[in-house]
Each structure stands twice: as C-alpha cells, then as structure tokens.
C-alpha cells in the first residue's frame, strides 16, 4: 500500500458497508419494534418506542427454545464427528499412497456437487423405515455426509504443507505414529482444522431443507426450520418482529464463533518449522 | 553409547533404483564418522537407513550388538538432527527440547533438569521461551541439537545440519558440534557433501559415490593416499590435479615435462603406458623459492602461466595443458561425479604467497615427486597408494581376496 487513502475509496468503502449492513441493521431494528408497529401502514427504520418484549416473549416460547437446544446440540455433534472423520481421512490421504486415493477424493467432491433437495424424498423413505425420521441423528447424519468432503478437501490441503521432516523428527524422538499425528500433526494443522470445523458448523447451523423435511415435532427440528412456523394468528401479517428477534438470536453465536476462531485461522503456524 | 555395524546393506527404492550399493562400514563406540559424497551418492539414504525411517532392502544394521532392520525408530533410541531442523513451531524452545523426554513420560523436575542442562550447554537459556519462528538460522540449529543431546541416546545422526547456514555461522557451528561430540563421546554419524566439513569433524570419513562405498579412512589417510579417482578429486580444496602421464622407465612424462619417480611408485606403474597422475596444488612450488635440498626431491619445468589469484597467505597459479582423448573422457566423466562443471584442462598450483610470478610469465615450477599419485586411467584405481595407510578400500579389498584364490 503506498500513499494515504483518498475520499474516494473511503466512499467506496462506505457504500459497500451500507449495502451490506443495511439489512442487518433492518432486522436488528425490527426486532426491537412492537408487534402494533411493524403491522402499521407505514413502518419507519428505527423503532419508535424501542422494546425487549419480543426477545422476552421469544426466549419464553417454549418450541424455540427447543429448536435453539436442537440446533446447539445438532450442529456441534456433526461438526465434531465431521472434523474428526475428516482429519483423519484427510491425513491417510496427505501421508500414503494407496489404491483409489484419487477416487476417494473425486467422490468426496462428487457428493459435495450434489443437490441437497434431490435426496430429500429417498432419505425421507429410509428415515422412516429405520426409525430415524424426526430424531438427532437423523439430522446428523446427512449433515455429516454433506461437510465432509469440503472438509477433507480443506485439510488434505493443510496437511500436503506440513513437511515429512515434522514427523519423521517426532519418530526419532520416540513418538508412535498416532503420538507424532496427534502431538506435531494435529497442532500444525490448526488453522484447517478450525476452518474446516466453522465451515461445517455454519452448513449444519444454517441448514433449512433437510431441516424442515426430516423432522416432524421439536424434537429434533432446528431454528432455521422452526421460524418457518411463526405464522402468529393472522396468515396475512406475519409477526415480522418475532421472526427478525429470531433472526437475531440465530446469528448471534454463529458472529462469536468467527470472532474467537478467526485468529487462529490467520495464523499461519507452521512459520519458524523450517528454514523458509 | 553403541557401536555401529553395517553389514552388506542395500537399498533398492520401489522403482528399482539402487541407491545404495553393498556398504560396509563399522563404526566404534565414541567414534566421529562423516559420510561424504556428492548429492545423490545414497549417503543420507544410509543415515535414514540407519536411523530407521528408511527400510533396508537387504543387509544387517547393528546397534550397540542388537540388529535393528525390524525396529521402528522410537525402538532404536538414536536421535537425529535433519537438514533443515524440523523443529516443531507450535512449541517453545523449552518444550521442543523436553519433547522427546516428555514423549518418554520422565518426570517433570527431571524434564526442567535435563533441558536446563542442554541449554546451558548450548547457550539457549535466553530463547527457552521463545517460537522457533522468532529464531535465527543459528539458534535454530542449537535447538535442534538441543534437542537431540537432552535425551541419552546411544548415537547422534546428523544430517547435513549445516547447509542452510552461511558461511561464518557454519565455521562456528563446525567447531561447536566438534565440541560437543567429544565432550560427550557418543558414537556420531555425520552427513555432509562438504568436504571440508568431512575433514575437519570426523575421526574416519566414509565416501561414497553413487551408492558405492569408495574409501573409508582418517581424513589424513583420505588426502595423502586416495584409494581412486574419485575420492582424490573430492577431497581437498582446490581440488587435486590431475593431468596426462606417460610411463618411461624411472619417470613419467607429463603435458610440461619429464618427472623422476621415486623407487617405489616407478615399481608400481612399471609396465603400464598412460596413467592419470594426480597432484596436489601445494605440491608444486615456485623453484626461485626453494633451496638446493629441496630442489633434489623433484622436477623443475618451465612453464607459461595464465591466470594468477594472489590470496595474501599463498597464490594460486593456473596453467592450462592439452590431454589425450582416453584421459579427456575420463576426466570429464570424474568432473560429472564430483558434480561439477566439466572445464577447460587446467592445472591449479598453489604457490608461496611470497611468489612474485605474474600472470604471462614463463615460471619455473617444481614438482615434488614424492607426493604425486598415478593413477589407472580405465579403472580410475590408484596405482601408488600406500594401502596401508589407506583406511579401507572395498575395491581393492576385493582385488586382494580374490589373489590368493
């Protein structure tokens, strides 16, 4: 970068902030409006008289609640199992030579191709049959089959980078090949680790389809299939400010999670191994 | 502390390329052992060998009295410090240095001791907290040898560890591993493709070419009485001359004149018709330099020199000479082993730094007789060599069993 910035590309930067902020901002705000409010003819952009009530009325209603439990509990289960499988996938697939490696990897890219509506109605069938329609697992399950070739992918990639050298050395310095994996492998491959994990958590945490085709009652159904139930008692006025208070909550811990994690992404924690 | 037997190894890679060839070599408890070659000879492929992250096609590899080949290299108790350190960034000094005690569940007062010790030894108190990113070339080196010494490993692997540094560092990391070796006499295997590492560090050094074991000898032995070819062209720098001879009776002529061989050496060529001769540089000398005794023990010629670099301590002198086909190709071919640039015929002389010759002038050059070689221009075998004082030379070992039978 040479020079200061002029106006203009502070302008620039202006009008993108707003283009990207402005509906967010819209539904912050809408969330603080009164039910009376936003059903008026003419809503304007800031609440008028600003108000908690949604977010009380929300956190009491007792099927958000639940799809707020279903999503946590969901999400974080698949992205862990999902990470871990993928490690070590990826890991055989960086480090050994073995038969059908490039078919294991054009598959895993082939299923992440793949339309997640078209195997909606098979897995709907399957589901009911084995008792696993409506449940955690249920949910789980086709999650994990849909993040972990990305996953794969993402760490595979990390892994190529880290040099033989490493493990070799952990080897020579006494470590079984599941030490030198988990005490040097793993540590080095952070940053894709938690890559592959925040990319895995924010499909299974924004996941609508499988979402709302595979769950029947809240005892498995996720926010983002749940809200499509806040009808409220008139079909033609939705309650807008209960779905934007919704809408909030759901991002909230999804904004936490790029905070605490982006760090470690950036770093770059193989610097220093070798002699670069 | 152990010893090291290398008997018969081999190593053929998956792809059929035989990278190391029949190798034989013992190394005594305590000893300093370099292997040396030019890239490519199968010498790190033996040190892997031996550390066990390579499998041996064929042969035993013995530690300490126990045959290793099976062993992973955890169960080997040797420690290694690769090219280009492999040190673990995530970690601190410290725990880069504890990682191996660690990783052998010792107690952490014992751990704190231990890597204490190996700092000090090494001067890394201060950077014990610090990344290894954050570390120069040298620090880096010492953490990786830190980490080798903290555990009482029965033998040291060092490969190439000083390649990545410059030339001043590596001056003074040369002298600290010669330190720090004898200091705790554990058996040491070196790998180098720099031969003046090789003879300045080991107490033998083993060459290798192109998976063959060449020669293995004291550094002194290695210089004064090269088994071949090759291993008189790699050791020393400059490197050893070599130019066209012809046998005639007491002497043999070469491309500047008639040299007088002294009894023994004339008795071994007698009979042959053209050799290599191989001189070194320092053994030839501005004869307006030299007394009348010193004189006595050569030949004198004169000769026009075309380039001269004056050095301050000495002065290299360089006269070019035209060679016979059959010596050509030979010398090319040694110049492709040796990996370097096949060049114009020359011959380096390193004069007194006292010498006033210039570049142009007709010098007169004596050569000392006495410490030239000759050697087989087909086979590359040095004909002259003192075989006594020659370390091991598998091929003419071979050449010896086979007589008698």
């Known amino acids: 970068m040479k020079g200061k910035m002029g106006i203009q590309h502070w302008l620039g930067f202006a009008v993108i902030l707003v283009w990207c902020l402005l509906p967010v901002v819209w539904i912050i705000s809408l969330s603080f409006k009164s039910e009376a409010e936003t059903t008026s003819g003419s809503p304007q952009f800031l609440p008028k008289e600003p ?226 | 502390m152990a010893a090291i037997e290398m008997k018969h190894i081999d190593k053929v890679y998956d792809d059929g390329f035989h990278a190391v060839k029949d190798v034989n070599i013992d190394v005594q408890d305590g000893e300093f052992i370099i292997l040396v070659g030019p890239s490519g000879c199968g010498k790190s492929t033996l040190l892997r060998m031996i550390v066990g992250l390579e499998d041996i096609s064929s042969g035993d590899m013995v530690i300490g009295g126990k045959r290793v080949n099976d062993l992973a290299p955890r169960d080997r108790n040797l420690s290694m410090v690769f090219q280009n350190y492999a040190l673990y960034p995530h970690l601190s000094v410290y725990e880069n240095i504890a990682f191996p005690l660690r990783l052998q569940k010792m107690d952490g007062a014992q751990v704190d001791q231990k890597v204490r010790e190996a700092s000090a030894l090494l001067e890394l108190d201060e950077h014990l907290e610090r990344r290894p990113a954050n570390l120069s070339g040298g620090q880096r080196q010492r953490v990786a040898m830190g980490r080798a010494i903290v555990r009482d490993a029965d033998v040291f692997l060092f490969d190439e560890p000083l390649s990545n540094l410059d030339a001043k560092l590596r001056g003074q990391m040369r002298a600290e591993i010669s330190r720090l070796q004898k200091r705790l006499g554990i058996t040491t295997v070196y790998v180098t493709h720099d031969q003046v590492e090789a003879m300045t560090l080991g107490d033998r050094v083993a060459v290798l070419k192109r998976g063959v074991l060449q020669q293995l000898a004291t550094p002194r032995e290695l210089y004064e009485n090269p088994g071949n070819l090759f291993v008189a062209g790699f050791i020393g720098s400059p490197p050893m001359n070599f130019v066209p001879a012809t046998v005639t009776g007491d002497g043999v002529e070469l491309p500047f004149g008639t040299v007088t061989l002294p009894d023994e050496k004339a008795k071994a060529v007698e009979g042959k018709d053209l050799l290599i001769a191989g001189i070194r540089p320092e053994h030839f000398e501005d004869a307006s330099l030299l007394d009348e005794n010193q004189r006595a023990s050569g030949s004198s010629f004169r000769q026009k020199v075309d380039v001269v670099e004056w050095l301050g301590n000495e002065t290299y002198a360089y006269i070019p000479f035209e060679a016979p086909p059959e010596v050509q190709q030979q010398l090319e071919q040694l110049e492709k082993d040796l990996d370097g640039e096949s060049m114009r015929t020359q011959v380096v002389i390193a004069l007194d730094g006292a010498s006033r010759i210039k570049e142009g002038d007709e010098a007169e050059i004596h050569i000392d007789a006495t410490k030239m070689h000759l050697f087989d221009p087909a086979t590359g075998e040095n004909l002259t060599v003192d075989l006594d004082n020659a370390g091991i030379v598998p091929a003419n070992e071979a050449s010896r069993e086979e007589v008698p039978a």
């Open chain 1, 51 to 276: 108000t908690l009530d949604n977010y009380r009325e929300i956190l009491k209603d007792s099927d958000f609640t639940h799809a707020l439990i279903n999503s946590f509990g969901i999400s974080l289960i698949a992205t862990f199992l999902s990470v871990v499988l993928a490690t070590l996938a990826a890991y055989a697939i960086a480090r050994l030579d073995f038969r059908g490696k490039k078919l294991v990897l054009s598959l895993a890219l082939a299923i992440a191709m793949f339309p997640v509506v078209s195997l909606v109605g098979p897995l709907f069938d399957m589901w009911r049959t084995v008792h696993l329609f409506n449940t955690w697992p249920g949910l789980i399950i086709p999650y994990m089959s849909f993040t972990l070739p990305l996953a794969i992918w993402t760490l595979a990639a990390f892994f190529r980078e880290i040099p033989w050298e490493m493990e070799q050395a952990a080897q020579v310095d006494g470590a079984t090949s599941w030490q030198a994996f988990r005490k040097v492998i793993v540590p080095l491959a952070a940053p894709g680790v938690f890559t592959a994990a925040i990319l895995t958590f924010f499909f299974a945490w924004n996941e609508f389809v499988l979402a709302i085709s595979l769950t029947s009652t809240t005892d498995a159904r996720t926010v983002p299939a749940q809200m499509s139930f806040f009808v409220g008692p008139d079909p033609f006025n939705p309650p807008y400010s209960q779905l934007a208070t919704a809408s909030v909550i759901v991002t909230i811990p999804v904004i936490v999670i790029v905070l605490l994690f982006q760090r470690r992404i950036v770093a770059g924690l193989t610097s220093g191994a070798v002699k670069g």
